[in-house]
């Protein structure tokens, strides 16, 4: 009865888990590389948010020295 199987092309269960296993390090690999997207993205706009603050400070207090009103 095997020899019919692998005459039929038909896999056995050790062939098929160590497919499914490549197919799961595939995902892992591209989960991992949507994770490093993210996680800079996250990091740009942190820095980004930080910056506009900063900016809108020192405007604030450069007017207030000043005596301009807001």
Request: net charge positive; charged share 30%; proline share 1%.
């Amino acid at each position: 009865m095997k020899w019919f199987k692998k005459a039929m092309g038909q896999p056995d269960w050790r062939a098929m888990a160590q497919a499914e296993l490549e197919d799961a390090k595939l995902s892992l690999l591209r989960a991992e590389t949507a994770l490093d997207w993210a996680q800079s993205n996250v990091d740009y706009n942190v820095s980004r948010i930080e910056r506009l603050e900063r900016v809108l400070k020192n405007d604030v207090q450069q007017t207030m020295q000043s005596g301009q009103k807001l």
